[in-house]
């Protein structure tokens, strides 16, 4: 089977090796991006992380589970009109979440748009929704990445009952602490009590000034508290990180040489590593000559 025909058929084709690799048949890695507390960098860390990982030839999927639609236009895209939104599933029995998949401007990343109008405490009645409805797209993509609103506990617990990890994105300050730590026993909660398969969280630092005292103590309780694999170096404050979100881009779709990008690019780095080796591996280029000749 030749390259063409590979690609064809779903494999893909690595744009810098120029090797394809066989993904058809692999489930996405889901992960929530969430904090109760609002503005601690959810909706950055989710377009940011998402673009970095397209960057590496990963197909991924945003999903905006906040009715203020943030992720969705760092990402320059609402939902069209009548079409279906990720809230949809979560009201109706019969709508299918691949109707509402759209393309961004950034190759490699889909976006299921929020629904402006959605108030999620009166009409998340059934936690598993959103995992079911996830389970029918999750073979398009490698990874899922689920934003949430602050403050809306319904919709939380049914984005992490369809995930296996969590982003935890928060400020180096006394009162993040204590919001990590509350989002923690939630967070317990759901592992024990509705889906083991929840396994890992990470807290990722946002707007780091590595020279403030306060700050460094902050991460140093954050460690204590919670182990210090558990914490991720974080994004340095970037205020090209707001200016992006007023261009409705990834901000490395224009400055590539900024300190938040390669930030983000460690920490996808230590996203892949969290969620196992398989994802990470690309096949030598004798593999897919071996693929070549089998088939
Ligand atoms: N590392 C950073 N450096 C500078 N500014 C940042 C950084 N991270 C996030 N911001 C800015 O902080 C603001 C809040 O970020 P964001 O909207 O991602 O937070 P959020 O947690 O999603 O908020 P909400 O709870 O309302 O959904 C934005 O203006 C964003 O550009
Ligand atoms: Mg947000």
């Not at 992960?31 to 940011?48: E, R």
């Not at 889909?110 to 079911?132: K, T």
Request: glycine letters at 8%; hydrophobic letters at 45%.
């Amino acid at each position: 089977m030749g390259n063409r025909e590979m690609l064809a058929r779903g494999y893909r084709l690595h744009s810098e090796t120029g090797t394809v690799r066989d993904r058809r048949h692999r489930r996405a890695r889901v992960l929530t991006i969430a904090n109760n507390k609002g503005g601690v960098g959810k909706s950055t860390t989710v377009v940011n992380l998402a673009a970095e990982l397209a960057s590496r030839d990963y197909r991924v999927l945003v999903v905006d589970l906040d009715s203020q639609g943030h992720a969705g236009r760092g990402l320059g895209r609402v939902a069209r009109t009548r079409s279906v939104t990720v809230h949809d599933v979560l009201r109706r029995l019969d709508a299918s979440l691949e109707d509402g998949v759209v393309e961004t401007l950034d190759p490699g990343v889909d976006l299921l748009p929020a629904d402006g109008n959605f108030d999620g405490d009166v009409h998340v009645s059934d936690p598993c929704r959103l995992a079911r409805a996830l389970d029918e797209i999750v073979w398009h993509y490698d990874v899922v990445l689920i934003d949430t609103p602050p403050s809306v506990p319904r919709l939380l617990v049914a984005a992490l009952m369809a995930s296996e990890a969590v982003l935890i994105p928060a400020l180096l300050d006394d009162l993040s602490i204590d919001g990590v730590t509350r989002f923690m026993r939630t967070f317990h909660e759901v592992v024990t009590g509705h889906n083991a398969a929840l396994g890992t969280a990470l807290i990722v630092p946002m707007r780091v000034d590595t020279r403030s005292a306060l700050q460094r103590a902050a991460l140093d309780e954050l460690g204590r508290r919670f182990g210090r694999d558990r914490v991720s170096a974080g994004i340095r404050i970037d205020i090209g990180l707001s200016e992006a979100f007023a261009r409705r881009r990834p901000l490395r779709a224009f400055r590539r040489a900024s300190r938040a990008v390669a930030d983000f690019a460690d920490l996808a780095d230590q996203v892949l590593r969290l969620l196992g080796e398989e994802l990470i591996r690309m096949p030598a280029p004798d593999e897919v000559a071996a693929v070549e000749t089998t088939d």
